[in-house]
């Protein structure tokens, strides 16, 4: 039994205890359906908005039906009661407010209206999940509908309506023959069914959807439509839409105003005409030749004798292709200048199809001819012609010439229908790729470019006034983003006298929102056009996402202000190393400009962040785009949004500039006591709305967390901050620190897990682990399904559909570079049950029979990890991606070698194998042998110069570069120098030697036991039976993860090196790190540190020093030495939040710096270092 509660005199059955926001939320919208008022209602994101608006105005419809049922009883009864302690005055009166209603037919209807259809889809299924079941129905278009496969066959929409209407006018589509039928199918009409739902019943049950939804549409009580079939007057005649006593509801209302203006706008271009005149001439000369086959052609002929299906003469086709021409030359008489248009007033367009015959007296029967002919036109079989020209000539028809006025009240209904709009006449500067039409009746395609005709709408008060008209109840416009209130209101026109801006139901802990005024290197944040492409600031903006990426867990999300700002940024992140710093730490993932690939990437991103083995991954979108626009990010998903800039509209773009001109003039002509917006505050305001609907995907429901980064210095001013939704004002702090901003959103989130635990994702094996997909709908997940599949799957449909995620396979056997399996199989930890044979020229007897089992193993390895490699959208960048794989690819291998003192027999054995079958797959047969024997030859005899001049061959193509680079762990002590020298010479980059790789394995113990006995500092790499790998964690290494293994570093405890030498070799590390500069900036907070003893003042300078690059992250956690006892374990924890490790897992106290070790020598720790300064580098 669902709880309910009584509001306004109404009992609501809601899901759960409401919370107070929820209360309040309804509240308002009772009051808007009670007193037939208008409201506009913002509630954040995560507050079960929809929930709350479905049940309020079911609960009052129901409230409102009691009413009428009341009445009647009463009448029966003739004044006496039937329930003494209840009166009939009593019910249901309350949702009426006064109103007198006889009939059940006077029960207003509610129409529900979102942006999209999956959006509806959601609300379908919110519904779904309360104690209402009213009759429903979702109105859509053929497009989705229509399940006809001859229509579905077409490509262009126009013709499948024209279609499909010759075949319900002939009765020859048999499902929808079956409407009638199966209209009162139970398990239709008690149903509640979306769009999806009812394609699968008319699928199964041979009955057309779309006019079976048409048929449900009568008897609803709730009819569900995305907002443009309400507000477009063409949609609305189209789909029969009664509007009259309804309750109208704008969910996701914030598109509104664009719809509005939208809806009621129009382009002609120069195409358009030329398509319309091409169909018309191809309709002409068919129809001449027709009529001059028969003996009966008169002056008077009619095309209808012939049988044709057109019902219009000759001359009323001819006609139309006149007014065309007509049209073609007045729209280009006018001499406009290249760089701008000519603008006119709206009422201006009247005059300009007047010079084409088309007028409030013509329209009825240019309109009627258009209909004939395109419907024609759409019902012959052959050779496709195109009629959008013609399409479109009809709807300007409709929406220009609206109303039907007498002769005298024709100037003040064009006065009327044209004081929002404005004429702008512009060069046509497209290219249409397609070619127009290839018959030879259509010269005019190949004309001069012409001039486009705008006829653009400024006001959605246009459309919204006109609902008003219709006689609806009232008008509810809700969303998480409608801040600023009253300049929204101030647009629509029309009177919104119930207003509220609701609060969350997070607290406190659940929320940080920062101003990040500077970057780590203290360069000032602006995405303004001055400065958005000046190279310290894309550099300074790199820098800042790379260091908050390191401590925001899980998912984080990237708004850039436009498409072009956000290709401008990664290509100079790429060219200049922070693409590579971030995608070490969270694998990057790129929101495409088209449709069609969107889907895979954001799915390659959601399989990322659930991957155990991730530190998560990284998003980055535009503001106003998909991602930005409801989809849902929660928990894991989205813990952090950073916003890079504010996305002011283009400021140059005409139809802004007329926005803003059409605004100011309107303020200046307002009658007293009336607010509009200027034009400069319509604009600040787009962006605005822009930013608070990309910071709603962050807190998605009320157990969520998250952290908000406002990257640009704008933000800190007080109005801007005045602009941000309400529920996030009170929390926002303003940093001039970069250092500051680590430490406290280190310290949030790590308050943030303990209080509110998620559950530990489950670590996937290769054969059947499983990963657990987002649910858009949910703030949960959804059913786990198989790991490899889908994850093998997804990575498939990337590399097919994105091209800049296009990468060669794994087991592909055309020669491509397999190099990159090496780290896969780091990353997967694969596990071999056979025995492997001891090293790499032992294995060479074994290659042969053995690289098939290789290539079963790889089938399992392409994971969501392929999926998000650098996946930037430029294909002219794939040849970079691949070398920036292989680097580091090298790196691994090289990072493996430095501690090839303790590596077990084993796992020699398997990178040798593994390596062998890389190389078989990368060269052909021959130089594969040829190797093998120059390998086999090496071993026996020593001879490196029949080793170098076989390997050469690997030098002559870049995509083999890697392999000759991994010979180099390989090659014996002796040889490793010159082995070095040989692959610089040949591939312009050498192997990474240093004199220590010289030395043998007798050398090297030696070296090591007279260090131990000099007392110098050693540190060794542990590991426990519970590491996957053994020494450094690889898998860690190449996801970006901590740089050490589960275990860190650790140091034995036997010797000890005197403080000042330890650190005198990190102040040495320090100045060569940092220069003199920012050296200087260190030494002196340490030394005020220690007359202060302020330990937030050192932190936020050695923060921000030392997390400007990745490479000195190892000099903060050596810093620790400096920190005192009682301020160790803050410290610990600070690493930790910055490493991703538990704090117990960094070793930083000064005894640790200074403890000696037996084994390895302290050479182990710059071999470290090197490797993270090289990768750098790279």
């Given at each position: 039994m669902m709880p309910s509660l009584s509001l306004n005199g109404v009992t609501v059955n809601f899901p759960f205890p409401p919370y107070d926001c929820q209360k309040d939320y309804m509240q308002k919208v009772l009051q808007c359906l009670q007193e037939r008022v208008n409201g506009v209602l913002e509630s954040p994101t995560g507050t079960g908005k929809t929930l709350c608006l479905l049940c309020a105005t079911l609960a009052w419809r129901e409230n409102f039906k009691d009413t009428i049922s009341a009445r009647k009883i009463a009448q029966r009864l003739g004044g006496e009661e039937m329930f003494p302690d209840t009166p009939l005055s009593s019910w249901g009166t309350a949702a009426t407010d006064g109103d007198t209603p006889t009939f059940y037919t006077d029960i207003p209807k509610i129409i529900y209206a979102s942006r999209t259809h999956s959006q509806l889809t959601q609300v379908v299924n919110e519904l779904k999940n309360t104690s209402y079941r009213p009759?429903?129905?979702?109105?859509?278009?053929?497009?989705?509908?229509?399940?006809?496969?001859?229509?579905?066959?077409q490509d262009s929409n126009h013709v499948k309506v024209h279609m499909c209407r010759a075949k319900v006018s002939t009765r020859s589509c048999v499902y929808y023959n079956n409407v009638d039928e199966k209209s009162t199918d139970r398990d239709l009409t008690n149903s509640i069914l979306d769009?999806?739902?009812?394609?699968?019943?008319?699928?199964?049950?041979?009955?057309?959807?779309?006019?079976?939804?048409?048929?449900?549409?009568?008897?609803?009580?709730?009819?569900?439509?995305?907002?443009?079939?309400?507000?477009?007057?063409?949609?609305?005649?189209?789909?029969?839409?009664?509007?009259?006593?309804?309750?109208?509801i704008f969910d996701e209302a914030h598109n509104v105003e664009k719809t509005c203006e939208e809806s009621t706008s129009f382009d002609l271009t120069p195409?358009?005409?030329?398509?319309?005149?091409?169909a018309v001439d191809r309709l002409l000369v068919e129809q001449a030749k027709e009529a001059s086959s028969r003996d009966s052609v008169t002056q008077d002929f009619n095309v209808e004798s012939l049988n044709s299906g057109l019902k219009i003469e000759i001359d009323t086709i001819a006609k139309i292709k006149q007014i065309l021409l007509d049209l073609e030359a007045a729209i280009d008489s006018y001499e406009v200048p290249s760089?701008?248009?000519?603008?006119?007033?709206?009422?201006?367009?009247?005059?300009?199809?007047?010079?084409?015959?088309?007028?409030?007296?013509?329209?009825?029967?240019?309109?009627?001819?258009?209909?004939?002919?395109?419907?024609?036109l759409a019902g012959q079989s052959g050779i496709f012609l195109n009629t959008s020209g013609l399409q479109k000539l009809s709807d300007i028809i409709q929406l220009v010439f609206c109303g039907e006025p007498s002769e005298k009240d024709r100037q003040q209904q064009m006065q009327s229908n044209t004081a929002h709009f404005k004429v702008h006449i512009h060069q046509d500067t497209s290219h249409h790729k397609k070619k127009q039409n290839t018959d030879v009746w259509g010269p005019s395609t190949s004309k001069k470019q012409g001039n486009i005709l705008s006829y653009w709408c400024f006001s959605p008060g246009f459309s919204m006034q006109d609902l008003v008209n219709q006689g609806v109840r009232c008008i509810i416009l809700t969303s998480g983003t409608l801040s600023p209130l009253s300049s929204f209101t101030s647009e629509m026109r029309i009177k919104f006298p119930v207003c509220l801006e609701n609060s969350h139901v997070i607290e406190r802990d659940q929320i940080f929102v920062s101003v990040v005024e500077q970057g780590p290197d203290e360069v000032r944040l602006s995405s303004a056009f001055?400065?958005?492409?000046?190279?310290?600031?894309?550099?300074?903006?790199?820098?800042?996402v790379a260091n908050l990426s390191r401590v925001v867990p899980h998912g984080l999300l990237v708004f850039f202000p436009s498409f072009f700002l956000m290709e401008k940024n990664l290509e100079f992140w790429r060219?200049?190393?922070?693409?590579?710093?971030?995608?070490?730490?969270?694998?990057?993932?790129?929101?495409?400009?088209g449709k069609s690939n969107f889907t895979e990437v954001i799915d390659g991103y959601y399989n990322k962040v659930n991957d155990p083995a991730s530190r998560g991954g990284s998003f980055f979108a535009v503001c106003r785009g998909k991602a930005s626009e409801g989809l849902d990010f929660a928990n894991t998903f989205g813990r952090g949004v950073i916003i890079t800039g504010l996305p002011f509209p283009p400021k140059m773009d005409p139809r802004v500039i007329l926005k803003m001109q059409f605004l100011d003039d309107m303020n200046r002509k307002k009658p007293p006591g009336v607010k509009y917006l200027s034009g400069q505050e319509w604009y600040r305001q787009q962006a605005f709305r822009a930013v608070n609907q990309a910071i709603g995907r962050v807190i998605r429901h009320k157990d969520d967390y998250g952290a908000i980064f406002l990257c640009d210095q704008r933000f800190k001013s007080t109005d801007a901050r005045a602009n941000l939704p309400s529920w996030v004002r009170p929390y926002v702090r303003v940093y001039d620190n970069f250092g500051n901003i680590v430490r406290d959103v280190s310290q949030f989130f790590r308050v943030a897990q303990k209080m509110r635990p998620v559950v530990e994702k489950k670590a996937a094996s290769d054969s059947c682990g499983a990963a657990c997909l987002p649910d858009t709908q949910s703030s949960g997940f959804t059913s786990c399904s198989s790991y490899q599949s889908s994850q093998t799957q997804k990575a498939k449909a990337l590399d097919a559909h994105t091209p800049s995620l296009k990468r060669r396979r794994l087991n592909d056997h055309t020669g491509a570079p397999g190099m990159s399996k090496i780290c896969i199989e780091y990353e997967c930890e694969v596990q071999e049950s056979h025995r492997r044979p001891a090293n790499l020229l032992d294995a060479l007897e074994q290659g042969d029979h053995r690289c098939g089992d290789e290539d079963d193993a790889a089938v399992g390895e392409e994971k969501a990890d392929r999926l998000s490699t650098m996946s930037l959208q430029y294909d002219k960048k794939v040849d970079d991606e691949l070398r920036g794989g292989k680097r580091k690819i090298k790196l691994v291998q090289e990072q493996r070698t430095t501690a090839s003192q303790v590596l077990s027999e084993e796992n020699k054995a398997s990178r040798a194998k593994t390596f062998l079958a890389e190389m078989k797959k990368s060269l052909s047969q021959?130089?594969?042998?040829?190797?093998?024997?120059?390998?086999?030859?090496?071993?026996?005899?020593?001879?490196?110069?029949?080793?170098?001049?076989?390997?050469?061959?690997?030098?002559?193509?870049?995509?083999?570069?890697?392999?000759?680079?991994?010979?180099?762990?390989?090659?014996?002590?002796?040889?490793?120098?010159?082995?070095?020298?040989?692959?610089?010479?040949l591939t312009g980059r050498g192997c990474g030697y240093k004199p220590d790789h010289s030395l043998s394995k007798d050398e090297k113990r030696a070296l090591m036991l007279h260090s131990a006995t000099d007392g110098k500092p050693k540190v060794v790499l542990t590991s426990t039976g519970t590491s996957g790998c053994s020494q450094l964690n690889t898998q860690q290494l190449n996801q970006g993860g901590h740089h050490l293994n589960h275990q860190g570093l650790r140091e034995t405890q036997t010797g000890s090196a005197p403080k000042t030498e330890v650190h005198g070799v990190f102040l040495a590390d320090v100045k060569k790190a940092l220069k003199a500069e920012k050296s200087a900036q260190l030494f002196q907070a340490i030394r005020s540190y220690k007359m202060t003893d302020n330990y937030e003042n050192l932190v936020t300078t050695v923060v921000s020093l030392f997390t400007e690059k990745d490479e000195d992250f190892n000099l903060l956690v050596r810093f620790g030495m400096f920190i005192r006892p009682h301020h160790k374990k803050q410290y610990k924890e600070m690493l930790a939040a910055l490493g991703g490790q538990p704090a117990d897992v960094l070793a930083v106290s000064e005894d640790q710096q200074t403890n000696a070790s037996s084994s390895p020598s302290l050479k182990t720790q710059s071999k470290i270092s090197s490797f993270f300064s090289s990768s750098q580098r790279k």
């Open positions: 009759k429903v129905c979702v109105l859509g278009s053929r497009e989705q509908l229509c399940i006809n496969p001859e229509v579905m066959r769009m999806e739902d009812l394609v699968k019943f008319g699928n199964k049950n041979r009955v057309c959807p779309y006019y079976l939804s048409r048929s449900m549409k009568t008897q609803a009580d709730v009819i569900f439509m995305p907002y443009n079939y309400l507000l477009d007057p063409k949609s609305r005649r189209a789909h029969n839409i009664e509007l009259n006593g309804a309750v109208v195409y358009d005409i030329a398509s319309a005149i091409s760089d701008k248009g000519i603008t006119k007033p709206g009422i201006f367009i009247y005059e300009l199809l007047e010079r084409a015959h088309l007028t409030y007296s013509s329209k009825t029967a240019v309109y009627e001819a258009l209909d004939q002919i395109t419907g024609y001055d400065r958005r492409f000046v190279p310290e600031n894309m550099s300074s903006l790199g820098s800042t060219a200049n190393g922070h693409a590579d710093r971030i995608e070490k730490i969270k694998p990057m993932f790129v929101e495409p400009k021959v130089n594969f042998e040829r190797v093998v024997q120059a390998l086999q030859t090496y071993k026996k005899t020593d001879n490196l110069d029949l080793l170098l001049t076989e390997t050469a061959v690997l030098a002559e193509d870049s995509n083999t570069h890697s392999l000759l680079w991994g010979f180099y762990q390989f090659v014996r002590p002796h040889h490793k120098k010159r082995f070095d020298e040989k692959c610089q010479e």
